[in-house]
């Protein structure tokens, strides 16, 4: 039986360990930290096939700069010497038009799509305890103003990329969502997005995984691999060494930190996004929200409710800044009759995986062609997993892959 070691204990580790389980590997996944605890714990726990535009797009940076100014803004850049970050935000700004935007689009919409549907199956399959839901995610806009301005994007998803939504006024949304208060401008419904709760999927991938016969080591940190010609044969960790057929490198944010071991730049940024955990308001919603305006996310959970989202570039400061959490309940209190409740089970911050074009990276690394990188997923690791695992089985068993690679070659930077 041929033998995969897989890094990260994220969910796109776990979806990786997954499929390839499936394919027949002997799987071992190494995490630094704990399994399912870094940014795949507190996320908003959104599936979201309707996220498919990046955020390099026109007039991003022009809208960014404006937004700074504000002292309550969604994004904030910690003032630092940071060569690879300031590198980073140029190549973002050089991306910020119409032709980089649809090539990056068509890449994010193929795993979103891919995802989407092997979600369904996996709750069918493995009856994965999730509290997954597929209510749909509405957009919530509180002025007529910028109603008119997100009508365009509303246009591009609906006639370039198939995206179906549907249109509520001020009252008739809040007969939708009684949640919301009067008053509200309007918003969108996509109907095609789900959403589920992120700890109780990592606590069932992991349960299910051990079924499954994968080795879960904890507290492990990868130095590199020894190798001959372009293939590794040793990853060398603060455990000791392990040998293995192949490699899978799904370590979030903190790919960068092997980069030279991977045989090339890796450029991901850590963005920082935030949330906060706590019960259901009497007032819940029933459906997850996005507020655009403010760039805050409502996540309504079986078990819970969840405010989340603002990106605060601040490196891999571990730092827990109760300013940006403020932001998150700030931002609900225009929308919302009940917009938090009692009492806070968690205050929580992750670092996303960032890369200039919003594609991840996902194919062999320029070191050793057995050396696979899964990584830089931005805000949608959580939607782009299972797709993400499935082409990396595919890739390292040589099966036809059901989605092109080539968009996530590692080569393209």
Not at 76 to 85: E, F, S
Not at 166 to 190: C, H, I, S
Not at 257 to 279: D, F
Not at 347 to 361: A, V
């Amino acid at each position: 039986m041929s033998r995969v070691i897989i890094v990260g204990g994220g969910v796109i580790g776990a979806a990786c360990a997954y499929y390839l389980s499936r394919a027949g590997w002997d799987v071992t996944l190494l995490e630094r930290g704990t399994f399912g605890r870094a940014c795949s714990h507190g996320n908003c726990g959104l599936v979201s096939p309707s996220h498919v535009l990046p955020l390099a797009e026109p007039g991003a940076v022009r809208r960014t700069i404006k937004a700074m100014l504000h002292p309550s803004s969604p994004f904030a850049v910690k003032p630092r010497w940071d060569p690879a970050l300031w590198a980073w935000l140029l190549r973002f700004t050089r991306r910020c038009n119409e032709a980089d935007m649809l090539a990056s689009a068509h890449a994010i919409r193929a795993l979103l799509d891919s995802s989407r549907r092997l979600y369904d199956e996996l709750m069918a399959t493995e009856q994965l305890d999730c509290e997954w839901q597929t209510r749909g995610l509405l957009f919530v806009f509180q002025s007529s103003a910028a109603i008119d301005h997100h009508r365009h994007t509303i246009e591009l998803l609906n006639d370039r990329f198939g995206q179906p939504t549907q249109f509520f006024t001020g009252d008739a949304l809040t007969q939708l969502e009684p949640a919301l208060k009067p008053g509200l401008a309007g918003g969108w419904l996509f109907p095609s997005d789900g959403h589920l709760r992120p700890d109780r999927l990592m606590t069932a991938w992991r349960q299910l995984l051990i079924a499954r016969g994968v080795t879960i080591r904890e507290g492990v940190d990868v130095t590199g691999w020894r190798g001959h010609g372009n293939s590794a044969q040793t990853l060398t960790t603060s455990a000791g060494e392990f040998n293995a057929d192949a490699f899978v490198v799904a370590a979030g944010a903190w790919t960068p930190k092997l980069q030279r071991e991977l045989g090339g730049r890796i450029p991901i940024q850590p963005g920082k996004g935030y949330s906060i955990t706590m019960p259901r308001p009497t007032r819940c919603p029933t459906y997850p929200m996005i507020f655009e305006e403010r760039r805050v996310a409502v996540t309504p959970m079986i078990s819970g409710y969840r405010l989340g989202s603002t990106m605060e570039f601040a490196g891999y400061d571990p730092t827990l800044n109760r300013r940006r959490l403020q932001l998150l309940v700030d931002g609900a209190q225009p929308y919302l009759h009940e917009p938090t409740a009692e009492p806070i089970q968690e205050e929580w911050y992750g670092w996303r995986p960032m890369t200039y074009d919003s594609k991840p990276i996902i194919g062999p690394s320029r070191s050793y062609g057995n050396v696979w990188i899964a990584a830089g997923h931005n805000m949608l690791g959580l939607s782009m997993s299972p797709a993400t695992g499935k082409l990396v089985s595919e890739l390292i068993t040589g099966t036809p892959p059901h989605v092109d690679p080539a968009p996530y070659s590692a080569t393209r930077f």
